[in-house]
């Protein structure tokens, strides 16, 4: 996955104030021509040269959008948008008709709420990565755990292949330690019955 690019919210601010104020090519040209005072340098934060085209085609756009084209996207009437949020429907009316017209921080508030502006594929702006929770950092994928194999799981004997468990570990063990591990054997064994036994015993006693 791609790396997120993040501008910081004192450079977004500056695009969006002259963006406001310019049409688009003068816009264009003062934030990419070297000769411009109000250049911004946009490979210091990661953007590469075909990329800016886009960003600064999408501020602009949404900077001079209408009211009446924004409701277009959004599907909403004026009344609705009016209710939705509290605003007074003579001031809607008003931005609608284009009689006044629409403050531009309130313009970006609805366009970063309703998801319509577009600065590009993961390119985000400083607040809006914190509001939305996001983190730059790509969390690091988690060691998959080989699975043991059965035959891993198995007691070192029953991996012989051998039935009996003796003759068994008469094949993995030093002769001398064969004594020692036969006596093991016998005693699980013994107190394996003894278990059965008494188990048995008390059965039959409660009847």
């Known amino acids: 996955m791609p790396r ?42 990661g953007i590469k040269d075909e990329e800016v085209f886009k960003l600064l085609t999408g501020i602009h756009k949404i900077s001079h959008m209408p009211l009446d084209e924004m409701l277009g996207i959004i599907g909403m009437t004026k009344a609705e948008f009016s209710n939705a949020f509290c605003i007074p429907i003579r ?14 921080y309130f313009k970006l508030l609805l366009a970063r709420y309703v998801g319509i502006i577009d600065v590009g594929n ?24 080989k699975r043991k194999s059965s035959k891993e799981i198995m007691p070192p004997w ?30 699980r064994e013994i107190l394996s019955m003894t278990d059965y036994i008494s188990e048995a015993a008390r059965k039959h006693s409660n009847k």
């Open 4 to 45: 997120i690019r993040i501008i910081p919210d004192r450079v977004f601010y500056k695009l969006w104030k002259n963006s406001e104020k310019m049409p688009k090519e003068e816009f264009l040209r003062s934030m990419t021509s070297s000769l411009s005072d109000t250049k911004v340098d946009f490979k210091k934060y």
């Open 91 to 104: 001031t809607v009316e008003d931005w609608y008709s284009k009689k006044n017209r629409m403050p531009g």
């Open 158 to 187: 029953l991996q012989t292949g051998i039935a009996d468990e003796e003759e068994a570990y008469s094949k993995l063990v030093p002769a001398d330690k064969m004594a020692d591990i036969c006596d093991s054997i016998r005693t």
């Open 122 to 145: 993961f390119i985000k702006t400083e607040s809006s990565m914190k509001i939305s929770g996001h983190n730059e950092q790509v969390p690091a994928k988690k060691k998959k755990e």
